[in-house]
Each structure stands twice: as structure tokens, then as C-alpha cells.
């Protein structure tokens, strides 16, 4: 698919080179590979200039470079244009979003007269889903060059001020969805203000959002995602067999189940596919990744698989009430669209708590965060930082921390991090030189007059008081549950956890009148509706329990379908 004339922009250097291959981001084809693509596609010559997809545009073709280089640009047309790739003969362009149906994050522009073969994105999914090798190697690449992206800060551009909460949201909900993206803060950054300038806005009408040359002034989650191409909600739900609330582990591993086992499967979820495990830099208790597997990588996987067998996603979709309806289910969305199906698992998971102190929510706009993955560590790279919690998930954020923050404080209640934290982990915090522990410490105030500069901690043994220098906050300090929009269909426990199996009562029963139908495992007080993973009562809160559960509620939605 190729477009337009040059933009006369002389973007591309006489002497090209090419980018090396890190890691696997760019490895070159085979030339059986390449032969196995020609018969899919078509070649064609390119001439110098020639862009072969815009940043923003969709549905772009796969093209394989065989003659002459192809430079990748971030910003094209733009004052802040920059070429973040060169690729010659035998490599292969594009990234994530060709697979996810997202918008492009760069401009591919031929450096110099060559050839390439462009190959339609739905015969290389056919390839993909036929060579197993042939789809490791792409889709490890695509990967590789989502978090080269990140990294970069290409893509997307937000620009705010640091205090503004709005701009907090829109950075959070590009960070969940691992959108590529550049944080201009009209505080600090001389650029920020160059570019509102550029684009006739003023600091009083920011957060803004440069998506692909439009410009998006405070946009809703729903508007950023309608604008990159996230599937949003109004996609025809009708006649589903299976609405999965929530795309942690569990709600992927339920929605990748239901669909493969031919269920018409909606997966909702009210910010970013990933849930918590999307937010951990590594999880390394998972079965079969020896060296760990980051939370984002797994989620991206696991969404690619659940598409791989036709199942849906509406992502921002936040379930608001559920209603019953005969034998159906009908989902209320934030919105104001509904979803209805016969099975519902609810997979909403669990939030992080929040610290009783005061001036919590004044800070949580700029300096606090309940998530310590790579987009957090850009924000606070060269800081002091001090991170509260005892568990594996405070345990894991020290040790990924340390390797972006100046110094880390690690803030624990307990009087020794063995009371909450796998010894693995123990050993690794251990060992970092940046890292200090405080034990029986509890957090008491936040200091700082427009944003973090330290917090006064307390110890809860001797009361004695000191300061912990930290310009951000991370806090771990256990879970909530995410079943405010239940509406009091299913029963809870009190804590607010969903009820399963033998646990859970009917309203009927409660009222010492059973109605008489078998309950499996994994099923609420209502049939035909489950519930897995962090939400249920009683749940082990780990990613493999959540995507064991995921998959053993499809085989008794099965069960339960064939029962009525
Ligand atoms: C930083 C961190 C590190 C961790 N590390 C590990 C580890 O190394 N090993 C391990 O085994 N476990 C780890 N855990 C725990 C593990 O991530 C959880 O047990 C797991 O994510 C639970 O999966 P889940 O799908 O049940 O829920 P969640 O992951 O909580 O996902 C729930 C999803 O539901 C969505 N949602 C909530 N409400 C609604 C609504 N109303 N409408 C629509 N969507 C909604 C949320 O946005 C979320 O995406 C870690 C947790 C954290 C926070």
C-alpha cells in the first residue's frame, strides 16, 4: 500500500546505515521466508522518499525490504522529525499495531531506490498462524519493537503540566496500553512550550495529545483510543455466547478459552488489557519463563491469542451494573452500551489500596503510583524514590526500580520482609547498593510543596520519626476488590470478594429456601456466572492461579450451557 509523493522533507541522510539487530528486534528473513511471503504478495520497486505508510495510518501492509534501505521516522512532517531505524535486504518493517489493528506509530519512507515485496496483513496472519517459527519470529520481533518505542518516546505526544490530573490519566492510560509516547511537561521542558506555540494552544487549555498531526485537547480515555485504533465499546456485542469483565490474566486466559473452544467471546476491560500482572516489570513464578516474562509482555501475547481465535475486546469498557434477564445477562457499560450473553465470567481483579495520610490525593495527581513498570521508571529515572509494601509486588518494584531511580527506600511495616515476601526476592533486594530497608515503618506524611519531596515515616516499635528524601511514591499495600458494579446480583463475602461454588449463597437460600440447582466450582450464587482469578473469594492472587481459573471456568460454562 503505498502512498503518496515524497514530502520533500530531507529527512533521510545522504549515507544511510543500517540499524543493528538487538536482541531479535530486527532479524533479517531467510530467503526461503521471503519466497514463502512472495507467493502471498507482490513486489514492487520503490523510488527515494516513497513513504510506505504514515504514522496513524491502519491496516498497512507487511512489507520485507528486498533491495535498498527503508528508514523508520518518528514525527514525520513534523519540526521534531527523527529517524529511529534503517532497514536493508531482508528485513521486515512494522511493529505491534500491525497485528493488533492499532494505528501506525511511525512513517516508513523508502531511504533509496530499491524494491520491497508488501505482503496484505490478513495472508501474514494465515502465515503466522501456519509456521510456527515463521510466527515466533515476528511476533518476538513486534514485541521487541514495542518496547524499543517506549523507549524512544516516539509516537504519541502529551503535553501538560505535571499538576494537572487530567494529564496524569491520559499518561497512566497510554502507560497501561504500552502506547509509544513522548510526556512534554510544560513545567520543566522548554520543548512543551515550543509545541504549544506550534499548535496555537495555550498552557491553560492543556493536557493536549498529538496523535498523528491531529491535535486532541484534554481527550477522554475513550477519544485516545478511539484515536490509535484500541477497540473501543459499540462493536457489534449483540449476540454473544461469553462477556468476560476484565483482561487481567484471568479474563485473558478465559477469553482466550472461550473463544478457541468456538464461544462468541466479548472481553471488556475499563482501562488496558494486562490488569495487574500488566503493571509488574517481571513475573518470574510463571510456569515456563525461566528468566521471568514482564506483565506487558504477557498480556500483549495473551491479547494477540485471544484475537487469533475471534475473540472481541472493548477497551476503555468499564462495566457499571449487570442485570438478569431469564436466562441472560445483560452487562451496563460506562457509556451507556450494553452487552448481553448467556455465560459471564467476572475477571475484575483487584485495585491497590491506598495509604491513610493526609494530602494523599493532592499527590496522587503527580508523585504517587500503584504500578512500577517502564514507563514509570522514564518518569522517575535519576530520583530518590521510596516504595511501600513488604510483599512480592513492593519486593519486585525495589528490585526494578533500582536499576532507573538514583536510591531506593523500601518501607515495610512487618518487622522482617520474610513475613511477606518470597525469599528469592528477599535475596535479590538484598544485594542492590542503592536499596535501604526500613522494617516496623509505616508511612505518616507527605511533604512537598507542588509535588513529592520526602515523606515522614515513623517506626511503629520505638515511634521515633526521620525523613526519606523521595520525589515519587510507589505503594503496594494490598487489594481491594473491583465489585462496586455487581449491583448485588451475586453474593460477596465481607470483604467484597465474589462467592463461589459451595460458598456462595442465593438470595433464596439465604432465606433458608434452596433452589435446588448444583453449583460448579467456579460459579456465583447465579448461574451460568463465574468468577476467577483476584475478585473470588478465597483466590491464591497469582498469575498462574488466575489463568488456571480462566480456563477451568470455560469448561464449566460449557457444562453449565449444556445443564439449562
Ligand atoms: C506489581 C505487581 C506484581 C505482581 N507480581 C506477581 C508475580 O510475580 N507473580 C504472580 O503470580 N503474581 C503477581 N502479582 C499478582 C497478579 O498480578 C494477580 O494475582 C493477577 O494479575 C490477578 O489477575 P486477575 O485477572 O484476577 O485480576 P487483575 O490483574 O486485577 O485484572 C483485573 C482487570 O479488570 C479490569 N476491571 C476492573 N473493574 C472493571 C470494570 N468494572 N469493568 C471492566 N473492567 C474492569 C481492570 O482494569 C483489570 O485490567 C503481581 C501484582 C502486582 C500489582
Redesign the pocket.
Given at each position: 500500500m503505498s502512498e503518496g509523493p515524497p514530502s520533500g522533507r530531507a529527512v533521510i541522510p545522504d549515507r544511510v546505515e543500517e540499524t543493528p539487530d538487538l536482541q531479535g528486534a530486527h532479524p533479517r528473513l531467510s530467503e526461503a521466508q521471503i519466497a514463502a511471503l512472495a507467493a502471498l504478495g507482490h513486489r514492487r520497486a520503490t523510488r527515494p522518499g516513497e513513504i510506505l505508510f504514515r504514522q496513524g495510518q491502519r491496516d498497512c501492509d507487511f512489507f520485507v525490504v528486498l533491495a535498498g534501505n527503508v528508514a523508520v521516522v518518528d514525527g514525520h512532517g513534523t519540526p521534531e522529525e527523527r529517524v529511529i531505524g534503517v532497514h536493508g535486504r531482508g528485513r521486515f518493517l512494522g511493529e505491534l499495531s500491525l497485528l493488533t489493528g492499532e494505528a501506525s506509530f511511525y512513517t516508513a519512507v523508502a531511504a533509496d531506490a530499491g524494491e520491497v515485496l508488501a505482503v496484505p496483513v490478513d495472508r501474514l496472519r494465515e502465515l503466522i498462524a501456519g509456521d510456527p517459527a515463521f510466527g515466533d519470529l515476528v511476533l518476538r520481533a513486534y514485541l521487541l519493537r514495542r518496547s524499543i518505542l517506549i523507549g524512544l518516546g516516539a509516537g504519541l505526544r502529551i503535553v501538560g503540566s505535571r499538576y494537572s490530573p487530567d494529564a496524569r490519566r491520559l499518561r497512566e492510560f497510554a502507560a497501561?496500553n504500552r502506547l509509544p509516547c513522548r510526556w512534554l511537561d510544560l513545567e520543566a521542558d522548554p520543548a512543551a512550550e515550543a509545541l504549544l506555540r506550534q499548535a496555537g494552544v495555550t498552557p491553560d487549555e492543556t493536557p493536549i495529545v498529538i496523535a498523528y498531526g491531529r491535535l486532541l485537547r484534554n481527550p477522554s480515555n475513550a477519544e485516545l483510543a478511539g484515536a490509535v485504533g484500541l477497540p473501543a465499546p459499540g462493536t457489534p456485542h449483540a449476540d454473544s455466547d461469553l462477556v468476560v469483565?476484565?483482561?487481567?490474566?484471568?479474563?485473558?486466559?478465559a477469553g482466550v478459552y472461550g473463544a478457541s473452544e468456538g464461544m462468541r467471546t466479548v472481553i471488556?476491560?475499563?482501562?488496558?488489557?494486562?490488569?495487574?500482572?500488566?503493571?509488574?516489570?517481571?513475573?518470574?513464578?510463571?510456569l515456563g519463563f525461566p528468566s521471568?516474562i514482564s506483565?506487558a509482555e504477557l498480556a500483549e501475547r495473551a491479547v494477540l491469542q485471544a484475537r487469533k481465535f475471534g475473540a472481541t475486546f472493548a477497551v476503555?469498557?468499564?462495566?457499571?451494573a449487570i442485570t438478569r434477564d431469564g436466562r441472560n445477562y445483560t452487562i451496563g457499560?460506562?457509556d451507556g452500551t450494553s452487552v448481553t450473553a448467556g455465560s459471564v465470567v467476572i475477571?475484575?481483579?483487584?485495585?491497590?489500596r491506598r495509604l491513610d495520610v493526609p494530602r494523599l490525593e493532592f499527590f496522587e495527581q503527580m508523585s504517587v503510583y500503584?504500578?512500577?513498570s517502564q514507563a514509570e521508571a522514564l518518569l522517575c529515572r535519576g530520583d530518590p524514590v521510596a516504595i511501600v509494601g513488604g510483599g512480592?509486588?513492593?519486593g519486585?518494584?525495589t528490585v526494578f526500580l533500582s536499576g532507573h531511580a538514583a536510591r531506593v527506600t523500601l518501607i515495610v511495616r512487618e518487622p522482617d520482609l520474610s513475613d511477606g515476601m518470597s525469599r528469592y526476592l528477599i535475596d535479590q533486594v538484598e544485594r542492590l547498593g542503592n536499596v535501604r530497608v526500613l522494617l516496623r515503618t509505616e508511612v505518616r506524611e507527605l511533604l512537598g510543596d507542588q509535588a513529592l519531596e520526602a515523606v515522614a515515616v515513623e517506626n511503629n516499635r520505638t515511634a521515633a520519626r526521620s525523613i526519606v528524601e523521595a520525589r515519587a511514591l510507589f505503594t503496594?499495600i494490598g487489594?481491594a476488590p473491583?465489585t462496586?458494579?455487581l449491583s448485588g446480583l451475586v453474593d460477596l463475602d465481607d470483604h467484597g470478594f465474589v462467592r463461589t461454588g459451595e460458598t456462595a449463597r442465593t438470595a433464596d437460600a439465604a432465606d433458608g429456601r434452596d433452589t435446588g440447582w448444583q453449583r460448579t466450582v467456579l460459579e456465583t450464587s447465579q448461574p451460568g456466572i463465574f468468577a476467577?482469578?483476584?475478585?473470588?473469594s478465597g483466590?491464591?492472587?497469582?498469575?498462574?492461579?488466575?489463568?488456571g481459573?480462566?480456563a477451568i471456568a470455560i469448561r464449566l460454562a460449557f457444562e453449565r450451557a449444556r445443564a439449562t
Open positions: 497501561r469483565v476484565g483482561a487481567g490474566p484471568a479474563g485473558l486466559s471488556l476491560d475499563s482501562t488496558a488489557a494486562g490488569g495487574q500482572a500488566g503493571t509488574s516489570s517481571r513475573i518470574e513464578n510463571y521471568g506483565g476503555p469498557a468499564q462495566a457499571t457499560l460506562g475477571a475484575t481483579g483487584a485495585s491497590y500503584y504500578a512500577a512480592n509486588s513492593a519486585q518494584a503496594f487489594a473491583c462496586g458494579w476467577v482469578g483476584d475478585v473470588r483466590s491464591a492472587k497469582r498469575v498462574a492461579a488466575a489463568v481459573e480462566g
